[in-house]
């Protein structure tokens, strides 16, 4: 699956903005690219490049290799970080093994969130609106 669609309603909008609330399925996962409200619901903030109004339904576009990409960074990144710091600390013994595999884990974990707003700007890991599939009666 090359991309990955969902629909949702505009909650609000401010500026070129857009939160879009919309249902969770279970494929969607606990990746926290979107504010989770519940179980079932979550919000996102997109580029509100359809001009849509409070009330329509719009279509969402995330582009599957993007979401493939982010997920090998997030979760690849730290495990990497544990196996050198265990292959490292293993020289000196199995304290060391540990101590270095969670400290190389978690110096990972936080270089990822320090450089976070600067993937946060790339476009293959934004989604997109594509379609306003349906106008709120107010907007007409």
Not at 59 to 65: D, F, P, Q, R, V
Request: hydrophobic content about 40%; charged content about 20%.
């Amino acid at each position: 699956m090359d991309e990955l669609c969902r629909s949702g309603r505009v909650i609000s909008t401010e500026g070129e903005q857009a939160l879009v609330r919309f249902v969770r399925s279970d494929a969607c996962g606990h990746c926290n690219a979107c504010f989770t409200l519940n179980a079932h619901e979550a919000d996102i903030e997109i580029s509100n490049t359809l001009c849509a109004k409070v009330g329509d339904i719009v279509s969402i576009e995330l582009k599957g290799g993007g979401m493939v990409q982010a997920s090998l960074i997030m979760y690849g990144v730290p495990l990497l970080g544990l196996l050198i710091g265990v292959a490292v600390g293993s020289q000196w013994g199995d304290l060391y093994a540990a101590v270095g595999g969670i400290l190389l884990c978690g110096g990972m974990y936080f270089l990822l969130r320090g450089l976070e707003p600067r993937f946060s700007r790339m476009d293959k890991f934004k989604p997109r609106m594509i379609e306003i599939l349906q106008r709120s009666e107010e907007n007409g």
